[in-house]
């Protein structure tokens, strides 16, 4: 079913507009709130600017905010005035627990419908990167031989025998 612009939620744009930068801006880490404006503007999803894009920008869709009073955790802010889409393994404040990360599929109009799958795909993409960068992580697993024949604290419970 495709949606009149009209009934876009102003969250679901911002995560439209949000997703549209980094799809076309692959490298980019984030974007300021005026360049997300800028887009918005510009893509006119909802055949105008609307007022209530700019308060979504910097507080309700924002994961790593205090609600107030939106809960979304669409956005996260990297720093003071910019924000990326939120992903899996961000921090979020404790009052966004258990919010919308991504608009509903029948949420999105349809020329958009194909950002929900780029997405997941971005996410996935973005996660394997961190942790073959990651030294620390690139470890995990690494060693599990060692005590693959007894429970952890066992092991550690022997190594640590004579320890004063």
């Known amino acids: ?12 744009e911002v995560w439209i507009i949000t997703a549209l930068l980094h799809r076309d801006h692959p490298k980019a880490r984030d974007f300021g709130v005026q360049e997300i404006l800028e887009r918005a503007d510009l893509e006119q999803i909802n055949g105008k600017l609307r007022p209530g894009v700019y308060v979504h920008i910097i507080q ?48 999105i109009p349809a020329e958009y419908g194909n950002l929900l799958d780029w997405y997941r795909k971005w996410e996935i993409e973005w996660n394997e990167r961190t ?7 690139r470890l995990r697993g690494s060693g599990k031989e060692l005590w693959a024949d007894e429970p952890a604290d066992e092991y550690v419970a022997r190594l640590r025998q004579g320890w004063q």
């Open 1 to 12: 079913m495709k949606l009149a612009t009209s009934e876009v939620k102003v969250a679901t």
């Open 60 to 107: 309700h869709c924002v994961a790593n905010r205090a609600p107030n009073p939106g809960r979304y955790r669409m956005l996260f802010e990297t720093s003071d005035g910019r924000r990326r889409l939120f992903r899996k393994g961000d921090s979020y404040h404790p009052g966004r627990e258990g919010s919308k990360v991504t608009p509903d599929g029948d949420e």
């Open 131 to 137: 942790v073959e960068n990651d030294p620390l992580l």
